[in-house]
């Protein structure tokens, strides 16, 4: 339901994603782990066109396009499809947190305002932040505003979410929170994809885990299988120094 073939994305003379192949099914949960620098960011981004990939074919539900010439319109149906975690949160520090959930509804996807604000209470309710509707992003905790973060990609409903590194601009007593409210979004069976530094996390929620090095899949499988006898030695490297 979501396949990517092919996908390429170079810097200048920098190849950052060195022809990227995998597959994720519905209701699947991957992580993305590796070096910092490897590519991990730019392929999540270049599944939303946040970059412009040089080559590749991505298929998200019901869409392929062809991702290096691929249209303003395809571009927007395969950004409907997806929903994103910021590491940084990226709240629109001028909206309330209803707003920060609601805009998107109605910017990408058409809603009324009166609709996106009724789903945007909804998912503040259930991310516990329901009496924080009228806060500003300022006003609100890290932990707090990635979680409005995480809400804004709930609201969505989208096919697959991508999670890139969503507790590392965390202070660290705001982690469990976030990991929390992510562990319930996994447990519901949403299909993502989520690079952590989070082993532990990675581990308790992903059905698969993917080892990045150097713009590629370096070694794939299950968490168990992955953390406890890495076959590469690129993957054992890193795992030792992390772990
Ligand atoms: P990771 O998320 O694994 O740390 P990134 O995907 O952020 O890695 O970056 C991979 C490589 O691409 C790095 O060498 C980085 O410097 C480079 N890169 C990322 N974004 C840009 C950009 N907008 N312009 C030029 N180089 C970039
Ligand atoms: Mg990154």
């Given at each position: 339901m979501i396949s990517v073939k092919g996908l390429t994305k170079r810097f200048g003379e920098n190849?950052?994603?060195?022809?990227i192949d995998l597959d994720i099914a519905t209701g699947e949960r991957v992580a993305v782990i590796g070096p910092?620098?490897?590519g991990k960011s730019t392929l999540l981004r270049s599944l939303n066109f946040l970059e412009k990939p040089d080559a590749g074919i991505i298929t998200v539900g019901d869409v392929t396009v062809d991702a290096s010439t691929a249209s303003a319109s395809e571009q927007r149906a395969v950004r409907r499809r997806t929903s994103f975690v910021f590491q940084n949160y990226a709240l629109f520090a001028n909206k309330t947190a209803r707003d920060n959930i609601a805009e998107g509804l109605i910017t990408v996807r058409g809603w009324s305002r009166a609709q996106a604000q009724a789903r945007a209470e909804e998912i503040l309710a259930t991310i516990g932040l329901a009496e924080k509707a009228e806060s500003y992003p300022a006003a609100l905790s890290g932990g707090q505003q990635q979680r409005v973060g995480i809400g804004r990609a709930m609201a969505a409903d989208a096919e697959i979410m991508l999670i890139d590194?969503?507790?590392?601009?965390?202070d660290p007593e705001w982690v469990d929170e976030v990991l929390q409210l992510l562990k319930r979004v996994a447990d519901a069976r949403q299909t993502m994809l989520i690079v952590t530094h989070e082993m532990q996390f990675a581990r308790d929620i992903a059905d698969r885990v993917l080892f990045m090095d150097g713009g590629r899949i370096v070694e794939q499988g299950a968490p168990e299988v992955i953390f406890t006898?890495?076959?590469d030695p690129r993957t054992r490297a890193f795992l030792r120094k992390v772990l």
């Open positions: 190849t950052v994603l060195d022809g910092s620098g490897t590194e969503p507790t590392s601009a965390l006898e890495p076959k």
